[in-house]
């Protein structure tokens, strides 16, 4: 069957070119089958800190990733000398090698045939990256020093802007581009992250450095006596995130869960950091669902593309917390274990002590233990405020009855 | 037949096979004479190189240097099911310059004189003009500096590959429940220019196959690893090598797996029915079923213990292993979810019998679900445990249970 070639190669043409290009040199020196990856990525970093003077650093690198087949013999070449004569050198050496080479090194063809993506994938992803260029170098250090001198902690911001193609033997084509920012601000006992495809997106300075020592604050609030009635825990769609995450790693049959959780795998989200329509070697991605109703569908693992997704309910924290007589609203945590197989857990976090549906007291420490699954046997209410700067998008999670010591 | 065609191919690749050796160029001793012989192989020409230097030293910066790298790094595995290959090479500029500002890097996985200058650009470094023809040339401020680091020279891979599939398949004549060879190789090729004009070129080679062999012995399954050099490939006769390496990997796992070597070797306990709801209700879960992680206390107060009915159990009577019959100290529940227990009564199952364990023995039990083992009590059942000091009432249909890939820990047997 032969394939059509990809409609969609407008995200990066000159790269989609040059991957067309090594696909057909590959074609030509005898591979009987190839997927050719090509990535141009250009990185800014800059970190900061108060007291020392900032870095930044500025790389770009082209890449080309290929999957190289010969006589239903499989191996991989990954390299960034893509200068014409040595990049031949490589590919004939490695030609050379499949040839030559013992059997036991390599691994079997991988036949599968092309699955072309469809429109609604790269449209959905065109309307959110626009051509896009790599983020200024001065304002990536003018953000960072914005960030590290009132607060006092180690920031880093990197900016990466990337495009790929991906040129097939049998004829497909794809490309496409993204851009991605990632933020840390870090000190012994306070992380925030935010990440999020394009620097506009992020929150301004001043509400970070807000946000940091409002939250540096709770942290430092005198500890709160809890227990040993269980509480109604409200947890933030950032400490939600992290949650879900850790929950859809788990072993299949790990727990029965609450009818009111459903989880995908979905790379299709608008403006999404994990959003993509085709892997690495071109077949185009499909959203995947995780949780069903409850119901473990199958495991996260690295396969699986995209952001996750959870299926929202109708109000928004802050309406939650008004609808609550008491209970504790967990703005983050500073300690999550889950144990890979077994999902027990141990959560330590901070926030606050809900009152007649209005935020009381800063709680500096609350610790939940347990397993995660039967955490998520209580869910009671999902929110309608979905995570925006991380690759999970949790909205506010509602657990009742939950223990909760101090 | 197959073998001996192998050890064929291990023979017939004396000179280690450089012909089908990808990516991992073997280097030739290069005597530290001049810049351009520093410079060999590396896509910049020694003008414009001296060129840049002068740019630097005319540019305000504190501290400058120009570093070229070269990175091969070869991955091949070898195990029953999958074999792979993998190889990437790593080619870029890095151009870092300290000023009063701070400190900035940028690089590009193009290497060439165009590419270094556009660097330079984007670090606000104005390049010197260049010379013009008929003028006197400038001194260069290039200077070599001797290798900082030595050099050494790889198996070829196919040498390699050829290897490990003779080791693996000599483990896997032992019976082992895995057998895994993974090879991992680096070549990493550097030229520094450093502001003052000296030139360095260093080269690092270096290569490691690490084995790994799970054995079914006395104290259970038992899983060995082991880490050899690429000295391994280059003798005069690899396959005996090889050989004669795989053959004493299963004796090394044959001895480990046969000798209870209390401080190392993974038991399993089996506890009665009151040392099993001590450690049950420790864990902080006491259905029997699962565990959990958490360091803190748990709760005082009345506890029902419950276990799966005879008929799904899946445990059999303990015959080798560690029987524990009560506990000097209350267990410990640590906060990755294992368990330590300080044995008053035990016993060491072993062939020779059993023999009793010394008072004070320290067990570690993993994370992982117990098996039931033993025949259930007449529900219900009431027992007094003492936990972290805390009396606790205990209603439970709890057996004995077995837990295994446990480690003993200062044992001493009588």
């Known amino acids: 069957m032969s394939a059509s070639p990809a409609p969609a190669i407008s995200g990066a043409p000159k790269l989609a070119k040059r991957a067309g290009e090594v696909a057909a040199l590959v074609r030509e020196l005898g591979f009987s089958a190839a997927s050719v990856r090509m990535v141009r990525t250009r990185t800014v970093?800059?970190?900061?800190?108060?007291?020392?003077?900032p870095e930044?650093?500025?790389?770009?690198?082209?890449?080309?990733?290929?999957?190289?087949?010969?006589?239903?013999?499989?191996?991989?070449?990954?390299?960034?000398?893509?200068?014409?004569?040595?990049?031949?050198?490589?590919?004939?050496?490695?030609?050379?090698?499949?040839?030559?080479?013992p059997p036991e090194l390599f691994a079997p063809a991988n036949s599968s045939s092309w699955r072309a993506p469809p429109p609604g994938p790269f449209d959905a992803l065109d309307r959110v990256d626009p051509a896009l260029s790599p983020a200024d170098p001065g304002v990536v250090r003018g953000l960072a020093l914005a960030l590290a001198k009132p607060t006092g902690a180690t920031v880093s911001v990197k900016a990466v802007a990337q495009a790929e193609a991906v040129a097939r033997t049998d004829g497909a084509q794809v490309a496409g581009h993204h851009t991605r920012i990632d933020l840390s601000m870090a000190s012994p006992h306070l992380t925030l992250t935010r990440s999020s495809r394009r620097l506009a997106q992020l929150p301004v300075a001043g509400r970070l450095v807000d946000l940091y020592q409002g939250l540096a604050g709770v942290q430092a609030a005198p500890p709160v006596a809890l227990g040993p009635a269980p509480?109604?825990?409200?947890?933030?769609?950032?400490?939600?995130?992290?949650?879900?995450?850790a929950l859809v790693g788990l072993p299949m049959r790990t727990g029965r869960l609450a009818e009111r959780l459903?989880?995908?795998?979905?790379?299709?989200?608008?403006?999404?950091?994990?959003?993509?329509?085709?892997?690495?070697?071109?077949?185009?991605?499909?959203?995947?669902?995780?949780?069903?109703?409850?119901?473990q569908r199958r495991r996260h693992t690295a396969r699986h593309h995209g952001d996750l997704r959870v299926a929202l309910g109708g109000k928004r924290l802050a309406r939650l917390v008004g609808?609550?007589?008491?209970?504790?609203?967990?703005?983050?945590?500073?300690?999550?274990?889950?144990?890979p197989a077994t999902g027990a857990m141990h959560l330590e976090g901070y926030g606050w002590r809900v009152v007649d549906g209005t935020r009381a007291a800063p709680v500096p420490r609350m610790v939940v233990s347990g397993r995660l699954p039967e955490l998520f046997a209580k869910l009671v209410g999902v929110g309608a405020d979905p995570w925006a700067f991380g690759g999970a998008r949790a909205p506010t999670l509602v657990f009742e009855p939950v223990e909760v010591t101090a | 037949m197959f073998v001996s065609s192998r050890r064929d191919v291990l023979r017939g690749t004396g000179g280690l096979?450089?012909?089908?050796l990808v990516g991992c160029p073997k280097p030739e001793p290069v005597p530290v004479a001049t810049v351009a012989d520093l410079l060999t192989g590396v896509p910049l020409s020694e003008a414009f190189l001296s060129r840049v230097v002068r740019s630097l030293q005319a540019a305000s910066v504190q501290d400058a240097r120009v570093m070229v790298q070269h990175r091969t790094v070869q991955h091949a595995a070898r195990d029953l099911t999958e074999p792979g290959f993998e190889q990437t090479h790593q080619v870029g500029v890095v151009v870092r310059v300290e000023t009063a500002e701070g400190s900035f890097e940028v690089a590009s996985s193009r290497v060439d004189d165009d590419a270094l200058g556009a660097l330079l650009g984007k670090l606000d470094i104005q390049l010197v003009p260049e010379v013009v023809e008929g003028t006197e040339a400038p001194p260069s401020p290039l200077r070599p500096v001797p290798r900082a680091t030595g050099e050494g020279v790889l198996p070829a891979i196919g040498v390699v590959g050829v290897g490990m599939g003779l080791f693996v398949d000599a483990v896997r004549a032992a019976t082992p429940q895995s057998a895994r060879a993974t090879w991992h190789a680096v070549s990493d090729d550097r030229l520094t220019v450093a502001r003052d004009g000296s030139v360095q070129r260093s080269l690092d080679v270096g290569g490691r196959l690490v084995a790994r062999g799970s054995f079914v012995g006395a104290a259970g399954l038992r899983t060995v690893r082991q880490v050899y050099g690429p000295g391994l490939f280059e003798g005069a006769d690899p396959s005996t090598e090889v050989l004669e390496a795989a053959a004493a990997f299963v004796a090394l796992a044959n001895a480990q797996a046969e000798a209870l070597s209390p401080a190392e070797q993974p038991v399993s306990v089996e506890l009665n029915t009151r040392v099993a709801a001590e450690v049950l209700v420790a864990m902080g879960r006491p259905d029997g079923g699962s565990r959990v992680r958490f360091d803190g206390p748990p709760k005082p107060g009345?506890?029902?213990?419950?276990?799966?009915?005879?008929?799904?159990?899946?445990?059999?009577?303990?015959?080798?292993?560690?029987?524990?019959?009560?506990?000097?100290?209350?267990?410990?529940?640590?906060?990755?979810?294992?368990?330590?227990?300080v044995v008053s009564e035990a016993q060491l199952l072993s062939d020779a019998g059993p023999r009793p364990l010394a008072a004070g023995t320290r067990l570690h039990l993993p994370a992982g679900p117990p098996v039931p083992s033993g025949p259930p009590l007449d529900p219900p059942h009431t027992l007094v445990v003492d936990v972290m000091n805390e009396p606790v009432v205990v209603s439970t249909t709890v057996r004995s249970v077995q837990i295994h890939r446990c480690t003993l820990e200062g044992a001493h047997v009588g």
């Open chain 1, 231 to 245: 509480e109604r825990l409200l947890v933030h769609p950032e400490a939600a995130s992290r949650l879900v995450t």
């Open chain 1, 56 to 101: 930044v650093h500025r790389h770009t690198v082209r890449q080309l990733d290929a999957t190289l087949t010969w006589s239903g013999r499989t191996t991989r070449l990954v390299t960034t000398n893509l200068q014409p004569e040595a990049l031949a050198a490589q590919l004939q050496g490695t030609l050379q090698h499949l040839q030559q080479g």
């Open chain 1, 262 to 295: 459903s989880v995908l795998a979905d790379p299709w989200v608008a403006g999404g950091l994990g959003a993509q329509p085709f892997d690495a070697r071109g077949q185009a991605t499909r959203p995947v669902p995780l949780i069903e109703g409850g119901l």
């Open chain 1, 45 to 53: 970093l800059a970190a900061a800190q108060a007291d020392a003077l």
């Open chain 2, 17 to 20: 096979a450089a012909a089908v």
């Open chain 2, 302 to 341: 009345a506890t029902h213990l419950h276990l799966p009915p005879t008929d799904s159990l899946d445990g059999a009577p303990l015959t080798k292993g560690v029987r524990v019959a009560s506990l000097a100290e209350p267990p410990r529940c640590l906060a990755d979810g294992s368990v330590q227990l």
């Open chain 1, 323 to 339: 609808e609550s007589d008491r209970g504790l609203v967990v703005r983050g945590w500073r300690r999550v274990e889950v144990h």
